[in-house]
């Protein structure tokens, strides 16, 4: 990696604000990259403060990991909150943005923790907003709420030799303003964001915020980074993710097929395994299973009846009850999988609106005063970007958003898993807490 030039420094945070630039109407930036492989990387002349450096829980049998697990559980009310949110929010994108049969990929939690650090730089209205956006009262305590963010990223993460989950953050501050010192060192502290001060117009600014967010997201994700000239402030986060199943599907079990998708029959890959003890649910009109992989994550796969699409199924049943609800069973169960990768970009804005933050946009009334002293500042847009394959081994996804600011039981029944028309599917993790969620309606390799 290139040496960057000297006009990025690291960044230095003050509780007075100084403008050396223009005197124009800037807009908070906030830029979240969220992806299932994710690796920390400060290059050249940008450095972060405080030498954020991110935690894993000890290895297993490790003598102090009950004790560090102990001490990194999140309070059961905000799990619930994030649970919430994410379902609330994955209602809403995954029956919206899969017009004309195209897949979908949304990462809840890579949303809930940008607007949970965003919530933390507000005041007024807006912090009330966006609280109840991410599931709390105007009265949130926003130091409860990133203790509880810093020890679920803790608990979660994971590293071995059969895949890890790492999520990162990091703060891109225009020379032209300077942060709240608090604001910064609980950014860093509970989120591991690294922050740094530069021209955010310079293109060696911009180069770098690209090489972060490739090289957090294992080269998954490769944006194309733009900033506004009305741009202060990005926060950047990165979801890293991959992991085995447990029980691998055999690639000479492999099969060429027909998958009935939306628009027109297509073949496809599928790859095939039959447990004769599995966990299955049965709702009114779909099938669910799930595959397990080895980093205490699984891949659920909801399956609706012929003749209904996922989006209507979501509609009148939504992602909660698809996931966790059902008459539960346990017995034989065929699974035909097809493989897939795909990329998705998603706008979140009217979404965010929709759900009622809307002063968070308004330049005449946002209030991220807990950030800068500079005002105005407001949201300028939310953007997500998702990548997700599965293949033999297991998965792998990655997700870049942008917003700019061991048993069995007996055997008793039997459910046929056979995805070969348009099926939903969630990657959950501690506590339930989907990772990813999203449809699939065409599963071509691309």
């Given amino acids: ?40 990387c400060a290059c050249g002349g940008i450095k972060p403060i405080n030498n954020v450096k991110y935690e894993y829980p000890p290895t297993a049998g490790s003598d102090n990991r009950i004790e560090y697990m102990k001490a990194n559980t999140p309070d059961e009310s905000f799990v619930a909150a994030v649970n919430g949110f994410s379902y609330r929010t994955a209602d809403k994108l995954l029956t919206s943005g899969t017009e004309g049969g195209t897949n979908v990929c949304y990462s809840p939690l890579s949303l809930y923790l940008t607007l949970a650090l965003a919530t933390a730089g507000a005041e007024g209205e807006t912090r009330s907003e966006l609280a109840a956006l991410i599931g709390y009262d105007s009265e949130v305590d926003t130091a409860v709420l990133a203790e509880n963010c810093g020890k679920l990223l803790r608990r979660i ?78 926060l950047m986060n990165t979801v890293d993710f991959t992991d085995q199943w447990i029980d691998r599907f055999d690639a000479s079990n492999n099969n060429t097929g027909v998958f009935h998708a939306p628009n027109g029959d297509i073949n496809v890959e599928y790859m095939n395994s039959r447990y004769s003890s599995h966990y299955y649910a049965y709702g009114d009109k779909w099938v669910t299973s799930s595959l397990g992989l080895k980093g205490a994550t699984s891949m659920v796969f909801i399956l609706p009846d012929e003749g209904i699409s996922p989006e209507e199924l979501i509609s009148e049943y939504g992602i909660d009850a698809l996931i966790n609800g059902g008459e539960a069973g346990s017995g034989e169960v065929i699974w035909q999988l097809p493989k897939f990768k795909f990329e998705t970009k998603t706008e979140l804005d009217e979404m965010i609106k929709e759900m009622g933050a809307a002063s968070a946009y308004d330049p005449d009334n946002a209030d991220f005063s807990g950030i800068t002293s500079f005002k105005p500042v407001w949201i300028g847009s939310i953007i997500q970007q998702t990548v997700i394959e599965i293949d033999e081994k297991g998965v792998s996804a990655a997700a870049f958003k942008n917003i700019q600011y061991a048993g069995a ?33 065409q599963p071509t390799i691309k």
């Fill in 157 to 234: 993460s994971s590293k071995s030799l059969t895949g890890h989950l790492k999520i990162a953050n990091s703060l891109w501050a225009d020379d032209s303003i300077e942060l709240i010192n608090s604001f910064a060192d609980m950014a860093a502290d509970s989120f591991f964001a690294s922050v740094y001060s530069a021209d955010l117009q310079s293109s060696d600014t911009q180069a770098a915020m690209k090489r972060w967010v490739k090289d957090n997201t294992s080269g998954s994700i490769d944006p194309v980074i733009y900033v506004d000239p009305l741009t202060i402030l990005s």
């Fill in 409 to 441: 039981a007996m055997p008793e029944g039997r459910a046929d898993m056979i995805l070969d028309r348009p099926f939903i599917f969630a990657v959950t993790s501690y506590g339930g807490i989907p990772l990813f969620t999203g449809v699939v309606n």
């Fill in 1 to 40: 990696m290139r040496q960057l030039g000297s006009c990025i420094q690291p960044r230095e945070v003050h509780t007075d604000m100084k403008v050396t630039k223009s005197s124009l109407r800037k807009y908070l930036c906030l830029i979240l990259a969220c992806t299932l492989v994710l690796s920390l």
